[in-house]
């Protein structure tokens, strides 16, 4: 097959985009990058991943959507990322999202631009595909080089351990039954999602066939596989739903999703849900002498009902980390998502706001116009390099107001150089972008 060549890098190396024939190289390549320190052998669950994102089967990524950086001397693999699409949702309204991942590059080749040439390719693709926002997972400081705010909470959890685990009384039968989810549950599972999310701000929005994959169509070993679980009563009539991990991997069972129907008692439920994971964690430490079962985890982000309902019994807490976004068009992401900021206000104590909101990024600022409380207008705007307008923010923190990463407030404690006017510009903000947590469960 004809490789698809993006750009001459010099000394050898080529920037091209990937094909099936490529399968092979870049499962072997991000088994080994990404595995830990001192480890032995390449990271399974990364392997996995990759395969099964090769494999063609993938609702929203095709084969062609990793970069390759390839080395024409000795035929290698030595950079990579990819890019997988999908939509989320701010308040509702929903938009394309171009999510890159599987960033890497072999230590010899290192400090070469050759990150940031694949990141200005796969920036472009996401353009072409009309995706308003990119965002991706990773360390520290490391994807601001490339445009990107650490704006949205990502992750945040509690930690139960065995003492924590309820039991059942002598002759007690457990009250709720929790049982592999099958496919024509997926409506429910869909449902239920559904409601769950709606407590968050920002949400990826899935559809059926992402469900079907995610039910059936990834390897176990998968780095972002997840069980589909039924929660059932007795009657047999279903109550909620799990997502959670399919085996025992770093000592622990995890939940990364947890959703009961309306009218549902978490306080009733989790102790059912608490035991059935513990026991199949044993199940898994047993099958592995070189696993142990330590603690179980619900992976549910910053906030959650199920912290409230069992807060007793999960001692530990870990604080969430952040998503990296990027707006390439701002203004027309607030222009998109309009109706979401219009029912804010209109449920504050703005509602039917006139006037202008003028915001200053310092090398430029936006405009927006009020009329009734409808948001009529958001156009680019040009400050004065003195203070000017009614709120600035350096560099991207804006950002994160407008994911509710942070809250205005919290902004001006943290930046000497962020700012809102006490008159006009902090109420309205406050209004329009309250701090709010969101738990993405993104596609991958």
């Avoid at 072997?28 to 990759?50: I, M």
């Avoid at 950079?79 to 590059?105: D, K």
């Avoid at 156009?379 to 004065?384: F, I, N, S, T």
Wanted: with cysteine; charged share 25%.
């Amino acid at each position: 097959m004809t490789k698809k060549i993006i750009r001459d890098l010099g000394d050898g190396l080529i920037l091209r985009r990937s094909s099936a024939d490529d399968a092979e190289k870049l499962v072997e390549f991000n088994g080994n990058l990404h595995r830990e320190p001192g480890a032995q052998g390449p990271e399974e669950h990364v392997a996995t991943w990759v395969g099964d994102l090769m494999s063609g089967q993938h609702p929203t990524f095709d084969v062609g959507d990793f970069t390759i950086v390839e080395d024409t001397n000795t035929g290698e693999i030595v950079s990579c990322l990819c890019l997988i699409s999908q939509t989320w949702s701010y308040g509702g309204v929903r938009f394309g999202v171009g999510r890159p991942e599987l960033v890497g590059t072999h230590p010899d080749y290192r400090n070469r631009g050759l990150i940031r040439a694949q990141f200005d390719v796969i920036h472009g693709w996401s353009a072409g595909r009309g995706e308003r926002m990119q965002a991706i997972t990773g360390i520290p400081y490391f994807y601001r080089q490339f445009g990107y705010e650490m704006a949205i909470t990502l992750g945040g959890r509690r930690i139960g351990y065995k003492p924590q685990v309820p039991k059942l009384k002598d002759g007690e039968e457990e009250p709720y039954r929790i049982r592999p989810a099958t496919e024509t549950d997926i409506p429910f599972v869909a449902r239920l999602y559904g409601q769950g999310v709606g407590r968050y701000p920002v949400a990826c929005v899935w559809d059926e066939d992402l469900w079907l994959y995610e039910l059936a169509g990834k390897t176990r070993a998968n780095y972002n596989g997840q069980s589909l679980a039924l929660i059932e009563a007795p009657s047999g009539e279903p109550v909620g739903f799990l997502a959670h991990s399919p085996d025992l991997r770093n000592g622990h069972v995890s939940v990364e999703f947890y959703e009961l129907e309306s009218g549902v008692s978490w306080l009733a439920v989790t102790p059912s849900v608490v035991r059935h994971m513990w026991t199949l964690g044993e199940g898994w430490a047993e099958q592995d002498a070189k696993r142990e079962l330590d603690s179980f985890v619900f992976w549910l982000g910053a906030e959650h009902p199920v912290y409230q309902a069992f807060d007793k019994r999960l001692p530990h807490t870990i604080g969430p980390y952040a998503w990296y976004v990027r707006v390439p068009d701002l203004p027309g992401f607030l222009r998109h998502v309009a109706p979401f900021l219009e029912r804010r206000l209109e449920n504050s104590l703005l509602a039917g706001h006139n006037g202008e909101l003028k915001i200053s990024f310092y090398r430029n600022g936006l405009r927006l116009v009020f009329d009734a409380g409808r948001l009529v207008e958001v156009e680019p705007w040009q400050p004065a390099p003195q203070q000017e307008g009614d709120a600035g923010f350096p560099d991207l923190t804006f950002l994160q107001l407008l994911f509710g990463y942070r809250s205005m407030s919290e902004l001006d404690h943290a930046f000497a150089d962020c700012w809102a006017s006490g008159d006009k510009g902090k109420p309205l903000l406050d209004a329009l972008f309250p701090r709010c947590p969101s738990h993405i469960w993104p596609i991958s």
